[in-house]
């Protein structure tokens, strides 16, 4: 889609829109409870980035940096927590043992 | 570079069509300022006569563009598919299952024998097609859109999530890297959702086609496991000509699609074709689309009935006639290990457009594909690099002979301003490509090459 067809009030809604799906989901959602989507904050901020921060002001901008900034932080908290687990995991993996065995989903042969 | 006096007419021709008069949406109509306001119908004998002579230069010029516009996803989807293909070995090792559809095993002892039940799987696939394709047509033809949308559903569900599970499982197997099942849910939750978003709602066009592009990717790679070789070629063989026959014979299934499409003015189906540009409409009646709530799965009733650009001859000014090319093709019939989702994955390959093509757009007017398309390019291109004793020289002479049919695709499709078959053509090209190379051209390099005389 083209964000410079939509009118402003679309634009705002479809921003918040991403942002909620994260928030409305949160409580429907199995194995975690949780939406876990930070992909679609990071689509939200690529998305949005152009409109939120580099064009001329108006009316709706400010809400829609607002929820641009949101996704942002929400984003980076995500990608620290799962590159802090990753590097947990593959550092430690072989030393868990059972633990570790239990948690892989792919196991690599002959690498202790 | 377009010439605004044809984007002037164009405008107004639409707005004819979808009887809206918002010209104040319309850019560049800066050399024909005057016609804003007035009745749209004093302009309708110049929108058909200056139509006529821009026409014929438009075409053209629209052609080289949207050719190539097409073949970067093309190309993408293959590479990607090739690249899977040499590197993750799980997609060549037959590891000896099949799919229902094709029940006769092919290592036999005689090639009588091979040769027997190659054709008699091709013929249940072509069978299942068909009945598929009859069932899609009966469907909407009596306006069972919520079944045909839920099938639709479902399918790309069980593409973006199980199909790209099994994909990633691979492709960390052969790097021999581990993966934690908790990261794993992660990604595989998020490519899904965002994928489900992006193709059946809202999302950003290139994320969009990228979706598409990987769906049509991981399509191609499970039948180049699961088909064994003849079916495989042969399957190919016969769907294009099966493409060619429901596409323009008049009692074919997706010509009637198309019709009963146009007849009623609705956009074909909420499923999946690619296209090239966005497809956003301008108008009023969409300022309350994205209020909608955005958990409905179906977004064909989203788009607003406009009629869809299918190349009616009635409406002089259809932005892409001519070039909404294959969506009708997509009838590709897609196998899959479990039965049910069989009948799902049919569903996407029935092409038609997605989303009405953008009616309001001044710029290039998209061009769209099938993912039946992409899919049986890709699979041809992937059976060609996996099983070739030429290996790259055939892969590369398939992959130009598909690229030049497309091309050719296109100027018909120009020419003709209908609905074309995108396959037969290019796997035509491809199939002779293929056998031609593997046969003659790869025995002739590998003496040259033994006999270092570099020509």
Redesign the interface.
């Known amino acids: 889609m083209n964000l410079e067809r939509l009118p402003n009030e679309e634009k705002l809604s479809l921003c918040r829109k991403y942002y909620l799906v994260i928030l409305v989901l949160m409580p429907l959602i199995f194995s975690g409870g949780f939406a876990f989507l930070p992909f679609l904050w990071l689509v939200n901020v690529v998305w949005f980035f152009k409109e939120a921060f580099l064009k001329p002001a108006y009316t709706e901008q400010l809400l829609i940096k607002t929820y641009v900034k949101r996704s942002a932080l929400g984003l980076l908290l995500w990608v620290a927590v799962l590159t802090t687990w990753n590097i947990i995991f593959q550092h430690f993996r072989a030393q868990w043992g059972e633990v570790g065995d239990n948690l892989s989903f792919t196991i690599p042969l002959g690498i202790p | 570079m377009f010439n605004p006096i044809f984007q002037d007419q164009i405008k107004i021709g639409l707005a004819l069509n979808s009887k809206k008069y918002e010209f104040s949406n319309f850019h560049n109509l800066s050399s024909e300022p005057e016609q804003n306001g007035q009745p749209p119908t004093a302009h309708a004998p110049r929108v058909v006569e200056t139509e006529d002579d821009e026409e014929e230069e438009l075409t053209l010029k629209y052609g080289a563009k949207h050719v190539i516009m097409l073949f970067v996803p093309v190309t993408l989807c293959m590479v990607v598919v090739v690249a899977t293909i040499k590197s993750v070995s799980f997609y060549t090792h037959n590891d000896g299952q099949r799919l229902i559809y094709t029940p006769f095993p092919e290592d036999t002892d005689t090639v009588a024998q091979r040769a027997l039940n190659s054709i008699l799987n091709a013929t249940i696939m072509i069978t299942v097609i068909i009945v598929m394709t009859l069932v899609l047509v009966l469907l909407y033809k009596y306006r069972c859109y919520k079944v045909i949308q839920g099938w639709l559903f479902l399918s790309s569900l069980l593409l973006l999530f199980f199909f790209s599970y099994i994909y990633l499982?691979e492709v960390?197997?052969t790097y021999?890297?581990?993966?934690?099942?908790?990261?794993?849910?992660?990604i595989i939750?998020?490519?899904g959702?965002?994928g489900m978003?992006c193709i059946h709602w809202?999302?950003?066009?290139r994320?969009q086609q990228a979706y598409l592009i990987m769906i049509s990717a991981l399509m191609a790679l499970v039948f180049i496991k699961y088909l064994p070789e003849w079916t495989a070629w042969l399957i190919l063989a016969v769907i294009s000509v099966y493409d060619l026959l429901a596409v323009l014979c008049p009692k074919g299934p997706l010509r009637i699609l198309v019709e009963t499409a146009q007849e009623r003015n609705e956009p074909i189906f909420p499923a999946l074709i690619y296209s090239s540009t966005?497809?956003?409409l301008?108008n009023m009646a969409?300022?309350d689309?994205?209020?909608r709530n955005?958990?409905e799965a179906a977004s064909s009733q989203q788009e607003p009935p406009q009629p869809v650009a299918s190349p009616a001859p009635s409406s002089p000014s259809q932005d892409d006639g001519g070039f909404n090319s294959t969506w009708v093709n997509q009838q590709q019939h897609q196998l899959g290990p479990l039965h049910s989702t069989e009948d799902t994955r049919r569903e996407i390959q029935q092409m038609p457009s997605a989303r009405p093509p953008a009616e309001d757009d001044d710029e290039e007017r998209g061009v769209k594909l099938g993912l039946g398309d992409f899919i049986f390019y890709s699979m041809l291109v992937g059976k060609a690099s996996a099983t070739a004793s030429g290996d790259w020289n055939t892969t590369l002479a398939c992959f130009v002979a598909i690229l030049i049919g497309l091309c050719l695709t296109l100027l018909l499709l120009a020419i003709f301003k209908k609905a074309l078959p995108a396959l037969p053509i290019s796997i035509f090209f491809g199939l002779v490509f293929y056998f031609a190379t593997d046969n003659l051209v790869q025995p002739f390099m590998d003496k040259l090459a033994l006999h270092q005389f570099y020509i």
């Open positions: 499982k960390f197997k021999n890297v581990a993966l934690d099942y908790l990261t794993l849910a992660v939750w998020n490519f959702v965002v978003m809202k999302g950003p066009l994320l966005m497809v956003w301008v969409d300022t689309r994205p209020n955005s958990t």
